[in-house]
């Protein structure tokens, strides 16, 4: 058997760094809302450690646990639970990209009525009814000068829409 030349194997250093940034990124998912970790493909391990962590008060046990975590993560594709806790936090290109075709979608439908018939030629499976209302909903309250509650929805709905026609 072939022994590894000393220069090939990660230093002392770079396997501490590797297991920090591990350590982190095991606590970016435990900062995470339950809803939002579920929506992440994990171990059945290291999601019942990242849970059990938010129920620790002691610092050290949760330095430990933390730990733990990192050891755990060393089993599994980091890069591919990044993307995915990109994803669920917004902060993925696709997801700011989503975000402002939403945003100019309703701009557009707000300022435009012919907007409409375009978006429903594109997304053939919205319904209608609900965008018109929600649409004199938010340009009343616009109008109004009032808090944009409606535009809010509006959005919302744009965004799923938006999102269930990306899949």
Do not use: N
């Not at 591990?22 to 995470?32: F, M, N, P, R, Y």
């Not at 980091?78 to 075709?101: C, D, F, N, P, Y």
């Amino acid at each position: 058997m072939e022994t590894p030349l000393p220069d090939q194997r990660p230093s002392k250093t770079q396997r501490k760094r590797a297991m920090s940034e591990l350590q982190s990124l095991g606590a970016e998912l435990a900062a995470l809302a339950p809803e939002q970790r579920a929506r992440i493909e994990l171990p059945d391990a290291l999601r019942d450690a990242i849970d059990h962590l938010g129920r620790i008060a002691s610092f050290e046990a949760r330095r430990r646990q933390m730990q733990y975590i990192g050891r755990l993560m060393r089993a599994v594709d980091a890069e591919a639970i990044r993307a995915a806790l990109g994803r669920v936090t917004g902060q993925s290109k696709e997801a700011v990209a989503l975000m402002h075709r939403c945003e100019r979608w309703r701009d557009r439908l707000l300022d435009d009525d012919a907007a409409l018939t375009e978006f429903l030629g594109e997304h053939p499976h919205a319904d209608a009814q609900q965008l018109r209302s929600a649409i004199r909903a938010a340009r009343r309250e616009r109008d109004a000068g009032e808090p944009p509650r409606h535009a809010r929805a509006l959005y919302r709905g744009l965004h799923e829409i938006l999102s269930g026609s990306a899949r």
